[in-house]
């Protein structure tokens, strides 16, 4: 069996899929991702080249989130959607049941579970892809990987590393809202911001870029969203959401970074919102393949 080993990938690949057996499905659960800010069209965006289906599970939207997903299923027939209902959790368990019900239902031989404000960047894509095929023929089940947060200047300092990246074992399942994946329902607790998933892990060295706090008018209602509904147990949500409300005037009159101190490393779709309070869907961009190409080089056809 495979050991965990930490590898580098310096080659190049263009953006045309290469030909291979291998199947992999993207998954993403949302709910109201357009009113509380969440750039989730973008981050599917950047996946969708590499992934031969993209299963969407919605918690009950009542804003426009369906609406645009709607509108990405006409474009790419590849997408899917579903009610994955959420209740009020402690810990996050209705966020799990609704991975699991998208597990359920993949084709793919290996997951790309995404959340809705992260991304993988567009030079590294292929990457990853090349890597997937390693580890499916050198029987790992997993892909251990840097998550860093970033903001549209700096880049966080604290690296946690965790998995998105999976083959579809028997007995998969999510745990502490996608965060961590385990081998049957057992729910033992992480340590930390360290996550056990499905050994055997290959550690690899691209990184999945997290940026939830982008937009500053939304924090607020993202937090308050998270400790009133499926993160109701976490003391650590109820603190952050306390600050978010104390800080909700101050941001109110915050202003968009200088477009010379965005980040160049950001990826294309992202860069573009950096001048934006708040998220908004750009249908211009993001339903336009020939556009989505020019702005990530990436083929969308």
């Given at each position: 069996?495979?050991?965990?080993?930490?590898?580098?990938?310096?080659?190049?690949?263009?953006?045309?899929?290469?030909?291979?057996?291998?199947?992999?499905?993207?998954?993403?659960?949302?709910?109201?991702?357009?009113a509380?800010?969440?750039?989730?069209?973008?981050?599917?965006?950047?996946?969708?080249?590499?992934?031969?289906?993209?299963?969407?599970?919605?918690?009950?939207?009542?804003?426009?989130?369906?609406?645009?997903?709607?509108?990405?299923?006409?474009?790419?027939?590849?997408?899917?959607?579903?009610?994955?209902?959420?209740?009020?959790?402690?810990h996050?368990?209705?966020?799990d049941?609704?991975?699991?019900?998208?597990?359920?239902?993949?084709?793919?031989?290996?997951?790309?579970?995404?959340?809705?404000?992260?991304?993988?960047?567009?030079?590294?894509?292929?990457?990853?892809?090349?890597?997937?095929?390693?580890?499916d023929?050198?029987?790992?089940?997993?892909?251990?990987?840097?998550?860093?947060?970033?903001?549209?200047?700096?880049?966080?300092?604290?690296?946690?590393?965790?998995?998105?990246?999976?083959?579809?074992?028997?007995?998969?399942?999510?745990?502490?809202?996608?965060?961590?994946?385990?081998?049957?329902?057992?729910?033992?607790?992480?340590?930390?911001?360290?996550?056990?998933?499905?050994?055997?892990?290959?550690?690899?060295?691209?990184?999945?870029?997290?940026?939830?706090?982008?937009?500053?008018?939304?924090?607020?209602?993202?937090?308050?969203?998270?400790?009133?509904?499926?993160?109701t147990?976490?003391?650590?949500?109820?603190r952050?959401?306390?600050?978010?409300?104390?800080?909700?005037?101050?941001?109110?009159?915050?202003?968009?970074?200088?477009?010379?101190?965005?980040?160049s490393?950001?990826?294309?779709?992202?860069?573009?919102?950096?001048?934006?309070?708040?998220?908004?869907?750009?249908?211009?961009?993001?339903?336009?393949?020939?556009?989505?190409?020019?702005?990530?080089?990436?083929?969308?056809?």
């Amino acid at each position: 069996m495979a050991t965990d080993e930490q590898i580098s990938f310096n080659g190049s690949f263009g953006n045309v899929l290469p030909n291979r057996q291998l199947t992999l499905s993207g998954i993403m659960t949302v709910k109201n991702a357009v009113a509380l800010g969440y750039p989730f069209l973008e981050a599917i965006l950047h996946v969708l080249p590499i992934v031969d289906e993209f299963l969407i599970g919605d918690g009950g939207s009542t804003d426009k989130t369906v609406y645009y997903i709607n509108r990405l299923k006409e474009m790419f027939p590849k997408v899917s959607l579903y009610e994955t209902m959420w209740a009020k959790s402690a810990h996050w368990e209705s966020f799990d049941e609704a991975v699991d019900f998208l597990i359920s239902k993949t084709s793919g031989r290996w997951i790309f579970e995404l959340h809705s404000d992260e991304f993988w960047h567009e030079k590294d894509i292929f990457k990853l892809l090349e890597i997937v095929k390693r580890a499916d023929s050198e029987g790992y089940n997993s892909l251990r990987h840097p998550c860093v947060s970033y903001a549209w200047t700096t880049k966080d300092s604290y690296v946690y590393r965790n998995v998105r990246v999976l083959r579809k074992v028997p007995e998969l399942s999510s745990h502490w809202g996608g965060d961590d994946f385990q081998v049957g329902s057992c729910r033992s607790p992480r340590e930390g911001y360290t996550s056990h998933n499905v050994p055997p892990e290959l550690n690899i060295d691209i990184e999945l870029m997290h940026m939830s706090r982008a937009f500053l008018k939304h924090r607020a209602s993202q937090d308050k969203a998270n400790v009133g509904f499926i993160g109701t147990g976490s003391e650590e949500r109820k603190r952050s959401y306390e600050d978010s409300r104390q800080r909700e005037e101050h941001w109110s009159r915050a202003k968009p970074p200088k477009k010379g101190d965005v980040l160049s490393c950001l990826p294309a779709l992202m860069k573009g919102l950096s001048q934006e309070l708040e998220y908004k869907v750009r249908g211009d961009i993001l339903f336009d393949k020939q556009k989505l190409s020019e702005l990530t080089g990436l083929n969308y056809d």
